[in-house]
């Protein structure tokens, strides 16, 4: 059995367990948050669900990544899991507007609430929240789209511990407000990590050059080689979290060799994994070809 098909079933397996237990951990806040009155609970609960729901996305996404090129389909599906990380920060957003408004009504209209059953609710949460984070960090460092789903709980275990907190403080102080406060808190912080990896995926999907390469660095360094005397139509674009890929033209001074060009390629190859990154290159030579001649080319 392979490295990455073991890495694979790891991962699959860690997201089911993750399923089950915010399945749970859903389903008893609910109850929890309808009994007690707390709207931080039902929101913790209501981003459980959300959870829920991008684990499921991810687990699928993993699925489909794992699957086959075919004839037609030369890449497989190895966007998939991009197109789950988007879905699954655009639910944040979506989300952290919703809790925005509950919260801003709720702080102005605070109700008694059952503490000490807030209070034991957000524990379980931790607790379950917590090995959910624990089990899928080590492969949310890697994906995007275990990270998508790693940030959702990650978010929802900081929710259960301002949760815990506000328990405390209404269970002894009656400090009934702090339920809106904190669950705007948790609202303002699912925005930002929500943005952050949306506009990251948003980028990926769209075939931008990764913001860690400077592409005219890169073709001046091609452009100093030996034989070399232009690179042009460059495209740079990052399929999934492995695979970055450079497209380009190259004219050279002579109507060199197969055999030269191979040396040469090599020499480009060096440079653009060790410095850039780039994992996956088509070079196209060309000699006195009277093509557009610019760097970058809109087709």
């Not at 109850?31 to 709207?39: D, V, W």
């Not at 489909?64 to 966007?79: D, E, L, P, V, W």
């Not at 511990?161 to 339920?179: H, P, S």
Request: aromatic share 10%.
């Amino acid at each position: 059995m392979s490295h990455a098909h073991t890495a694979y079933k790891s991962k699959q397996k860690n997201l089911l367990i993750a399923i089950v237990l915010n399945v749970l951990i859903t389903v008893a806040q609910v109850i929890g948050g309808i009994i007690s009155g707390s709207l931080a609970l039902l929101s913790d609960a209501l981003h459980n669900f959300s959870d829920v729901v991008s684990l499921l996305i991810s687990y699928v996404a993993s699925f489909f990544s794992n699957k086959k090129a075919s004839q037609n389909k030369t890449f497989g599906y190895k966007r998939a899991e991009i197109i789950a990380a988007f879905i699954n920060a655009c639910t944040l957003i979506v989300i952290a507007f919703f809790l925005i408004i509950e919260a801003t009504e709720r702080f102005f209209k605070p109700e008694i609430i059952d503490a000490t059953l807030v209070i034991w609710l957000s524990i379980v949460a931790i607790v379950g929240n917590g090995i959910s984070v624990w089990i899928l960090h080590a492969d949310a460092k890697n994906n995007m789209n275990i990270r998508s789903s790693y940030l959702h709980l990650f978010t929802d275990l900081l929710g259960s511990v301002a949760v815990l907190i506000g328990g405390l403080l209404m269970q002894y102080y009656q400090l009934y407000w702090v339920d809106g406060v904190l669950t705007l808190m948790i609202a303002i912080y699912l925005l930002i990590v929500g943005f952050q990896l949306a506009k990251k995926a948003f980028g990926i999907l769209m075939l931008f050059t990764p913001k860690d390469i400077n592409v005219k660095q890169l073709v001046n360094q091609v452009n100093s080689l030996p034989e070399v005397k232009h690179m042009h139509h460059v495209h740079i674009w990052q399929l999934n979290d492995d695979e970055v890929h450079l497209e380009a033209h190259i004219d050279f001074d002579e109507d060199i060799a197969l055999s030269k060009f191979d040396a040469i390629l090599e020499q480009i190859e060096t440079i653009a994994v060790n410095q850039y990154g780039i994992n996956h290159i088509n070079i196209q030579p060309e000699y006195q070809k009277p093509d557009n001649k610019n760097v970058i080319v809109q087709d």
